[in-house]
């Protein structure tokens, strides 16, 4: 079905033909044209929406995983706190036991502390070096902490001697003026020096160490073992220099 | 004259436009649009409303520039999109009823019009004058050079239904200038 003769001309007559169009289909066009976004402004748009997504899904990602990566060490931190504290706690305890014995050393505390932050290293999922400088930097706290204990306790053991050597000094003199010191006038003493070490609060004032805080956490029936403690080493401490006294005489 | 000559180059005036300069646009559209009504108008007989359908034109051709490669001629991948909207315009006031008879074995008959002494608005009258359905199909084929199968895409309508809708506006026009006394021509 080829075009015929009369097809080109219609051809040849309306392909050139020009209407021109009325004044106003410009301004038509135009205001169209406003309201209308072109394609460019529409994909910019898209795009603009896409990025922003991204980027906030980006950021969230960032911040949400870096705060589970500060906050698995925090609860660690905590936890070697728990420990450390628990730590001191013992040391006290052990402290306080053998207060008369005297015998505590810095080795076997240190060593205890050590323990417990090599084993929240152990257990740590990442190693940062961030968080292995603060288990450092608590680890040497926790040292220097102890080390003030160990040397309160120190303290502590050259005040009972001096009592001791006080209260030896006093039944020497008695001894001397010919008096007769029974069992119960001894205890006396001994009672009489217990109370004054415990009223000077003695240990409270020159421990550079939170007592108060240790303290707190200590019932009624330890307080008073402890005061039975601070009698019996006042005690044994006095018969032992008494002994040592009355050897050499012989 | 400083304005003209910046405009000068149709491909920078194109990049302008494109970028949403209302200047460019304007001289485009003052270019463009007189030939452009003239192809609505072929399909369109009323003038307004092919005015109306070249606007809704120019708004997809200033808002789809980007879009256009510079493979081909600006002026003709204008005049496809100024097709399209005709069409789309006709479609959607439902005055295309394409039927789909069958191909009249005298399709390629010859016509014998005599047309030589036609003026353009007297041959818009004659196919102004056709249904709908064939003056789409007539004005694709004749005039805009669409092949049936292009023709059947756009219109969504089959190849044989182009072909039989051009038949029978080619039987229609050649009955309305026997009626006027035209002498024959016949085909090459």
Known sequence: ?250 | MKIISFYKNEKQLIKKSASGNREAQQRLFAKYSPKMLGVCRQYIKDVHFAEDVMVDGFLKVFTNLDSFRHDGSFEGWIRRIMVRESISYLRRKQFVVYDDEVLDKNGNQNFSFSISDMDVEHIQLLIDALPDGYKTVFVMFAIEGYKHKEISELLDISENTSKSQLFKARRMLQEKLKAQKSIGYGTE
Do not use: C
Not at chain 1, 31 to 48: F, T, V
Not at chain 1, 89 to 108: C, D, H, P, Q, R
Not at chain 1, 168 to 185: A, F, G, I, R, Y
């Open chain 1, 1 to 250: 079905m080829a075009p015929n003769k009369f097809e080109k001309h219609i051809r040849k007559q309306l392909e050139g033909r020009e209407i021109e169009p009325t004044a106003n289909a410009w301004a038509n066009l135009s205001e169209k044209l406003d309201i209308a976004p072109s394609q460019k402004k529409r994909d910019y748009l898209w795009y603009g929406i896409a990025a922003s997504f991204i980027g906030i899904l980006i950021i969230s990602l960032l911040y949400f995983g870096l705060n589970d990566a500060e906050n698995l060490p925090a609860v660690q931190v905590v936890e070697i706190d728990e420990t450390i504290k628990e730590d001191i706690t013992n040391s006290e305890l052990i402290l306080e036991k053998n207060a008369n014995e005297g015998l505590v050393e810095k080795s076997k505390i240190k060593p205890l502390a050590k323990r417990g932050v090599k084993d929240v290293i152990k257990n740590q999922p990442l190693e940062l070096k961030g968080q292995i400088t603060s288990i450092k930097e608590k680890e040497a706290v926790v040292n220097l902490e102890l080390e003030k204990v160990v040397v309160a306790k120190d303290f502590k053991e050259e005040i009972i001697s001096a009592k001791i050597l006080e209260i030896v000094s006093k039944v020497d003199s008695l001894e001397q003026n010919n008096e007769v010191l029974t069992d119960v006038e001894v205890d006396k003493l001994l009672r009489d020096a217990q109370e004054e070490l415990l009223r000077d609060k003695l240990f409270k004032n020159n421990s550079s160490v939170d007592a108060m805080a240790l303290l707190k956490e200590v019932e009624v029936e330890l307080e008073q073992s402890f005061r039975d403690q601070i009698f019996q080493s006042l005690k044994t401490g006095f018969l032992k220099v008494r002994t040592a006294v009355a050897d050499r005489n012989n």
